[in-house]
């Protein structure tokens, strides 16, 4: 499985768009990108996933590049609710493992 | 409300006292899998089930077991617990294996062997 790397730790003033980068240079043509959140110590959420076009729904936007090397997560007004640990996984399809790094801890600010 | 299920959410125990932390899922999934959370590791997957009767091991399986004789069910059972297997402990649940959907994670068990 692809490795991912993401910086330790973000602010983002409330209110402003909060991108949280995410590396993964050796993932494979069938691996999706996915993106999960923990806040505190809360069970992890689901919050999107991509393969190599750029996703949307009501709680964020997944930008992935075209060569599939990085990709964005976009929380387009962040809230304070929005504090929170973010993992950025690589997953190949036709397996449900799920393979978490240290992630992003994402700190919204008033 | 579809959810994830777990119990108890604490527990403090002593070393070599066996135990089971339990699973419950509502949403009919086949696909049901146990993690651990250590401060500096991030989530490692301890055991997985792809269905009724069928486990397999993860990452870290050495000092549990599990099981699956119902699809919503899947228990987390340490026969001799020790107090390296003091951890965050989460279970999760998806649809189906093999498609691209999401995982429903329960609250979490924190679990402090002593």
């Not at chain 1, 110590?41 to 997944?62: F, R």
């Not at chain 1, 190949?92 to 992003?104: E, Q």
């Not at chain 2, 959810?3 to 339990?22: A, D, H």
């Not at chain 2, 990452?59 to 001799?80: A, H, M, Q």
């Amino acid at each position: 499985d692809a490795k991912t790397t993401q910086p330790t730790s973000m602010d983002c003033a409330e209110g402003r768009a909060a991108n949280l980068p995410c590396n993964h240079s050796t993932i494979s043509g069938n691996e999706y990108v996915y993106w999960y959140r923990q806040i505190h110590s809360q069970g992890p959420q689901y919050i999107i996933h991509g393969l190599k076009n750029n996703e949307t729904n009501e709680m964020a936007s997944l930008i992935i590049t075209e060569d599939r090397k990085s990709s964005t997560l976009i929380l387009p007004h962040a809230t304070l609710r929005d504090t929170a640990v973010y993992y950025c996984i690589v997953r190949v399809v036709g397996t449900d493992k799920l393979i978490f790094g240290t992630g992003t801890r994402l700190q919204v600010f008033p | 409300e579809a959810q994830v299920t777990q119990n108890p959410r604490y527990l403090i125990t002593v070393t070599g006292k066996k135990l089971t932390v339990t699973c419950s899922q509502n949403m009919n999934h086949e696909y049901m899998s146990w993690y651990r959370q250590d401060p500096g590791l991030g989530l490692r997957q301890i055991y997985y089930s792809m269905n009724v009767e069928v486990t397999d091991k993860g990452d870290v399986p050495e000092g549990y077991k599990v099981s699956r004789k119902e699809k919503r069910n899947f228990p987390l059972i340490l026969e001799s617990p020790s107090p390296n297997q003091t951890s965050l402990y989460f279970c999760a649940s998806a649809k189906q294996t093999g498609l691209n959907t999401e995982a429903f994670f329960g609250q979490g068990t924190r679990l402090t062997v002593v």
